[in-house]
């Protein structure tokens, strides 16, 4: 399955739409303005909250976590590393791996050592647009989420 993330760029806050490959939309993305540290919503086509991601306050090194249901689900930590930017997922859907260039945003997604979804970042566009690959279509809301909550967690100017 393919989707793809496109973040709305003349809006209050974050939005995001997420479209299939007949551009219906599948997904919505909203934060919340008045809030205690960013926090995203992702909703199905229907409106129904899927996960939300909530940036936790730390002092150097940003960190997210995904929840469905007010259940933690996912944290996504960046590392302390020289000259590169490297991230940890720590999940109950398994063991993450994440291979690639983040800095472009070009990366693959395994879970447990098996492929679980990629990434690629399209340049020639307004606001921040991603094609994302996932093989297994009812993981789907996890997956945006996950990117989401580490495009956020590499490059929003707030946390660096």
Partial sequence: MKLYLKQRIFSLGDKYDIYDVNENTIFNVESELF??????????????????IKRRITFFLAQYEIYRHNDLCAT???????????????????????NGDFLSMDY?????????GSVQKKWLSWGDSYEIDIPDSED???VCALVIAIDNCLHNDSNN
Avoid: M
């Fill in 35 to 52: 809030s205690f540290g960013p926090k995203l919503h992702l909703y199905d086509s229907s409106g129904n909250e899927l996960y939300y």
């Fill in 76 to 98: 996504i930590q960046q590392e302390l590393t020289f000259f590169r930017k490297e991230l940890s997922v720590e999940s109950d859907h398994g063991q993450f791996a994440i």
């Fill in 108 to 116: 693959t997604l395994t879970r447990n050592g098996a492929y679980f």
């Fill in 140 to 142: 789907a809301g996890f």
